[in-house]
């Protein structure tokens, strides 16, 4: 009998369809529907939105009284669960909470994370941090990858030298207009950006047809060129929680489309890629500009290191692995 799991998130991106399907919807739905689990989605978002707090947390459990998943997997944005709706569930099922960016929502996770039963870290010092706090009901998960989704697709030819495929933030544009005015051709796609919002079919088919994809950062940066070049870039500095790197989910897309990526670096990376042999890295925006004009001169270069870091993400960093071992401390017989 295949796992019963309901999936409480939100199935569009901060809850507004006009932004596309959420990384959840995308990432966690279609994967495990993909293997075969039995799964629903509850898309808190569009219930709160409909009924209102307190009468969407009573929906959601009568949701799960009446359907009796195994397991209940949430995906919290801010408060619109209750704590009494969590603890509820733990007499009904198995509860696992995704953290994904409990690198810097500190606070946030640590108060969340000893209501469910589980909690997930996609943190390098996440272990040892959860640990110190005496908390014991941790399972490292970094991002991954769908490689149903993310895949290199044939017959693709090269479109563009260099781009971007992620929200508009005042940091990536500065970033793109640094590339350009050293003369390379930069383009930037998704929500904020002159060309608008891309699709998922067309996120992957740009990355199959650019040279060098960048994965950039929207933590706040200290650059003083970056501070001066807008009040809107000093304002953004100041006020942004963001204060350090963390981990991304494109960082685990991009290898497994066999597509070159240039990434900011963030703590950890080495453990999931070797740099300069399966990702190439920058270190800060004058770094970046150096090696986008190396990778573009030399596509050997490029290529070698594209097809080791996809052959890298379908052997270790696919989400059927990850979910397999995440059931498995969880005690839950999956058949994954």
């Known amino acids: 009998m295949a796992l019963k799991l309901l999936l ?55 949701t799960a009284r009446d359907w009796c998943p195994d397991v209940v997997m949430f995906s919290l944005y801010t408060d619109e669960i209750l704590e009494k709706t969590v603890k509820a569930m733990r007499g009904m099922a198995k509860t696992l909470c995704f953290f994904h960016d409990d690198t810097w929502r500190v606070d946030w996770s640590m108060k969340w994370a000893g209501i469910f039963d589980w909690f997930t870290t996609p943190d390098v010092y996440g272990s040892a941090r959860y640990t110190q706090a005496g908390l014991t009901n941790f399972i490292p998960f970094p991002f991954g990858c769908n490689e149903k989704t993310y895949r290199k697709l044939e017959g693709s030819r090269f479109k563009y030298d260099v781009s971007f495929v992620g929200a508009w933030h005042p940091y990536r544009e500065w970033i793109i207009k640094r590339l350009r005015k050293a003369g390379i051709e930069a383009h930037g796609f998704g929500f904020g950006w002159p060309s608008g919002p891309v699709s998922q079919n067309e996120m992957i088919r740009i990355f199959n047809e650019t040279k060098v994809n960048l994965n950039l950062s929207n933590s706040a940066s200290w650059d003083i060129r970056y501070l001066l070049s807008s009040p809107r870039a000093l304002i953004n500095r100041l006020r942004s929680p963001k204060t350090i790197e963390q981990l991304k989910a494109r960082i685990f897309e991009l290898n497994c489309c066999g597509s070159f990526q240039l990434s900011y670096y963030v703590e950890g990376l080495e453990r999931y890629f070797a740099i300069g042999d399966e990702i190439g890295i920058y270190l800060d925006s004058d770094d970046l500009v150096r090696k986008a004009k190396l990778y573009l001169e030399d596509a050997g270069r490029r290529d070698r290191i594209a097809s080791a870091g996809q052959a890298r993400a379908l052997r270790d960093h696919t989400f059927r692995a990850r979910f397999r071992a995440a059931f498995e401390k969880m005690g839950v017989v999956s058949g994954l």
């Open 8 to 62: 409480v998130c939100m199935e569009h991106n901060y809850g507004d369809p006009a932004r596309g399907r959420s990384y959840e919807y995308y990432s966690f739905f279609e994967t495990l529907q993909q293997l075969g689990v039995d799964i629903r989605l509850y898309d808190f978002a569009s219930e709160l939105k409909a009924r209102g707090k307190d009468p969407m947390n009573a929906h959601l459990l009568e």
